[in-house]
């Protein structure tokens, strides 16, 4: 690893496309490795999830000589403004002209107000060859005893990630 950079962008940047690694989807880097991702999640009203404890447990797991990014990145979220702007829409429209001066003061201010961001832990993991399959593929199970869920990411999902992380549209 002696030259490399953590937290360099330069992989993506100069990526060559895509491949498969097994059955996952592989964004080709920009020296020739297959690079597959995945979504780790957890629901953070439950007690029983334990994300140091699942970090330890990945880590500690790992071959000599592999690769494994961890990236956290704050995402910006419309689902909860959609949803709220849903719920507001079928609301019967206030017939008092004060009332709906109000409701469409509300519709305004909901249009106008900034996305909430949602953080999200993505695992890159630079693919070594058939010996990681099973790793990677196991890498679900590690984590469900920790209550943390893994989701694959496909090609489309990639290159949603890659242009958010050159293009990040925080306005949306």
């Known amino acids: 690893m002696a030259g490399e950079t953590i937290g360099s962008t330069r992989t ?6 895509f491949t498969q690694a097994g059955p996952h989807a592989a964004l080709i880097g920009d020296d020739d490795t297959r690079r597959v991702f995945a979504e780790l999640y957890a629901d953070p009203d439950r007690p029983e999830v334990r994300p140091q404890e699942a970090y330890q447990a990945i880590l500690s797991s790992m071959q000599p000589g ?11 979220d ?8 849903k719920l507001v829409r079928v609301w019967k429209t206030p017939q008092v002209e004060g009332l709906d001066i109000l409701y469409q003061g509300l519709l305004l201010a909901v249009q ?61």
């Open 12 to 17: 993506f940047v100069l990526s060559k496309g």
């Open 66 to 76: 592999w690769t494994l990014r961890l990236l956290q990145l704050f995402w910006p």
């Open 78 to 85: 419309p689902e909860p403004r959609l949803e709220f702007q």
């Open 112 to 172: 106008e107000v900034p996305l909430p961001f949602v953080r999200r832990t993505v695992l890159e993991f630079v693919f070594p060859g058939n010996e990681g399959l099973a790793w990677w593929d196991g890498i679900s199970g590690l984590c469900a005893g920790f209550g943390i869920k893994v989701h694959y990411l496909d090609q489309a999902a990639m290159m949603g990630l890659t242009n958010w992380i050159f293009n990040p549209n925080l306005g949306q």
